[in-house]
């Protein structure tokens, strides 16, 4: 909590006004849900050839 009030006041003595800060705070929330929703993805895609993996239906020999 303290971090944030740092962050903030860092960004106002740099000329920032509220407005700012809290698309500047919104921006890095989209930025955090989108690396999240990306790294679930990815894990999905590893299940899925995990999956075909185990059931046979994917493996490393070339036909």
Do not use: C, N, P
């Not at 999240?36 to 075909?52: K, P, S």
């Amino acid at each position: 909590m303290q971090d944030r009030k740092d962050d903030r006041e860092i960004l106002r003595r740099g000329g920032f006004d509220e407005v700012e800060m809290r698309r500047l705070a919104r921006l890095r929330e989209e930025y955090a849900e989108r690396e999240q929703q990306q790294a679930l993805a990815e894990h999905r895609r590893l299940e899925f050839v995990r999956w075909l993996v185990a059931t046979g239906k994917l493996s490393d020999q070339i036909a």
